[in-house]
């Protein structure tokens, strides 16, 4: 078992920049990626960011592409996601997730991840 907690959501003006932070607990250490979703009301969860738990390999949507970042601590095991250049549209609940087993292809879909955390509301007003 995987616990996740997000936190670091808020209230920006576009242009500005977020942090989130996603603190694991638990067997941690058997995750092959964790990732960055987030779900706009009355729309499907989408996927934002992954990395490769131990190898650090990055992967993107491209609509956060050059402004959204995301990165992890082995040592604390936490997973951040550094938002830049925000815009309304980026307005969501901010989900993160772990998979605990390799994936076909990139591990962009929410099928891919077997954890997940409560989610951290990030609002930005234009």
């Known amino acids: 078992q995987v616990q996740l907690v997000e936190s670091g959501g808020g209230l920006v003006q576009a242009g500005g920049s977020l942090r989130l932070s996603c603190a694991a607990s638990?067997?941690?250490?058997?995750?092959?990626?964790m990732g960055w979703f987030r779900q706009a009301p009355g729309k499907e969860r989408e996927f934002v960011a992954a990395?490769?738990?131990?190898?650090?390999?990055?992967y993107y949507a491209d609509s956060v592409k050059g402004r959204l970042t995301t990165s992890r601590d082995l040592a604390t095991n936490t997973m951040s996601l550094q938002m830049n250049s925000l815009k309304p549209e980026d307005t969501a609940v901010y989900y993160c997730?772990?998979?605990?087993?390799?994936?076909?292809?990139?591990?962009?879909?929410?099928?891919?991840?077997?954890?997940w955390g409560q989610g951290t509301q990030v609002t930005v007003s234009s």
């Open positions: 990395i490769g738990w131990r190898g650090g390999s990055t």
């Open positions: 997730a772990a998979s605990a087993r390799s994936t076909r292809g990139r591990p962009i879909r929410t099928y891919d991840y077997d954890y």
């Open positions: 638990g067997r941690i250490f058997s995750a092959y990626y």
